[in-house]
């Protein structure tokens, strides 16, 4: 007997997800395998932690009960002997034990990395047409998770200290105006070290954030998603408190607004996807039935790997090695755009002082997207892949810069990191020579 395929048309869902840039630069990068990639943001292979999770898995499964609780199901969260950890690790990181304490068990989240905490939260509390405001610009991959809802995604002005407050509130207004507000559900900022720029919310701006964004909750909270990804990868300079330190409703018992989210995917191992999270109250059952309905809980096993390596503090000792390492890739990265670059007239970029990237803007009348002659150049020329600087800009937006590059440090090391950005040089002169 035989059986005809139909024709099949996949979910609204599944369409939206279609031809998000993630899986376009994926598709790239195997496409251009034979390039050196500053464009990947993935961690450095070699400073991984191997020998450290061999040994700490090792003993958590030779001891038949630890053993047998870690290949054991958790709970959609997370168990509480595992939160716990997570929770103690939070409050060193905030560097206030009793404000951290005193948040529940239950309000602290673990997820499948911070990227499952993104689309969960994104899930929980848009419909169709509801608004998000972001930082331009911003992580793309969130964008895509927007668009996945159906949210409307409205940049904010940014500059080197951030997302503006002032502009926050400006936007909020004309949405006000609009007769719109009703529709902002979130404000969206990567707080430290950000991707794809670099950029870290200034000391004075992290309230002021956060004030704006109580001050338009009229009927209905708006969020700040604190999404703290690259907080630990610190190179320089002052550490600063998170955004989330400042929401007094946690303190208070007044409504809370700031969801921090967390990743040990960046400071130990993205392959655990262990993603810790601190949520409002009332988001915690939607976002754990949303979860329930996917997984009913993360990997048990990576949580109390990476819980274990807390308890006996070799996570520190591991992190401490990582900024050193990142350091001197970061110093790599902006002696080698020194060299190459600067006499490469209306050539720009910026010294992070952590995290794995480095923005550079080229004059504005050298694009820099996938169709563009620069990344034909760069990619069958010279050898070379960088991320568009307009995939981290809302894709509806007209008026988004596209002369713009995010070039990671993360994964080459020093000597592949100078060869990427002599060769990248090399194309951008092509391309301008020959305007
Ligand atoms: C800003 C930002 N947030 C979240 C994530 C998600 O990472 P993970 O799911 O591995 O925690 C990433 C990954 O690159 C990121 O850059």
């Not at 369409?15 to 500053?38: F, K, P, T, V």
Request: a negative charge; glycine letters at 8%; proline letters at 5%.
């Amino acid at each position: 007997m035989s059986t005809t395929a139909s024709a099949f048309t996949p979910s609204v869902s599944a369409q939206r997800a279609d031809g998000q840039a993630i899986g376009y630069l994926m598709q790239q990068g195997i496409e251009n395998a034979d390039c050196l990639s500053l464009a990947a943001g993935f961690v450095d292979p070699e400073t991984l932690p191997t020998a450290l999770v061999d040994k700490t898995a090792s003993r958590l499964l030779s001891d038949s009960e630890t053993g047998k609780l870690a290949l054991q199901y958790g709970t959609t969260g997370g168990s509480d002997r595992v939160r716990a950890v997570f929770r103690d690790y939070l409050a060193r990181l905030e560097g206030d034990e009793d404000r951290v304490h005193n948040v529940p068990l239950d309000q602290i989240m673990l997820t499948t990395g911070s990227q499952q905490l993104l689309a969960l939260l994104t899930e929980a509390i848009f419909n169709e047409g509801d608004i998000c405001l972001v930082a331009a610009p911003t992580y793309f991959v969130y964008l895509g998770v927007l668009d996945g809802v159906g949210a409307q995604v409205i940049p904010v002005k940014t500059d080197d200290n951030g997302m503006c407050p002032d502009a926050l509130d400006a936007e909020l207004r004309r949405i006000d105006e609009l007769g719109q507000l009703h529709k902002v559900k979130l404000v969206y900022v990567v707080s430290y070290h950000d991707n794809p720029a670099g950029i870290s919310v200034s000391n004075d701006r992290r309230p002021k954030l956060l004030e704006v964004t109580k001050r338009w909750s009229q009927d209905h909270p708006i969020y700040l998603l604190e999404d703290a990804a690259y907080r630990e990868l610190h190179y320089d300079g002052e550490e600063l408190p998170s955004i989330w330190s400042f929401d007094t409703g946690y303190d208070s018992g007044d409504q809370q607004h700031v969801v921090l989210s967390q990743t040990f995917s960046k400071s130990f191992s993205p392959g655990l996807r262990v993603g810790l999270s601190v949520l409002p109250p009332e988001l915690v059952k939607p976002i754990s039935d949303l979860k329930g309905n996917q997984d009913f809980g993360s990997g048990h096993l990576s949580q109390n790997i990476v819980a274990e390596v807390l308890r006996t503090g070799e996570y520190w000792d591991h992190l401490a090695g990582l900024r050193t390492s990142y350091r001197a890739k970061r110093d790599a990265m902006v002696a080698a755009a020194e060299e190459f670059f600067s006499g490469i007239d209306g050539v720009t970029w910026r010294t992070p002082a952590g995290g794995l990237y480095v923005w550079m803007s080229l004059p504005e009348h050298i694009p820099t997207g996938f169709d563009s002659p620069l990344f034909a150049r760069a990619t069958e020329v010279d050898k070379v892949m960088y991320v568009p600087g307009e995939l981290c800009y809302p894709s509806g937006w007209e008026d988004r810069p596209r002369h713009q590059m995010r070039l990671s440090y993360g994964v080459l090391a020093a000597a592949g990191i100078r060869e990427g950005m002599r060769r990248l040089a090399s194309a951008v002169r092509a391309v301008i020579d020959s305007k």
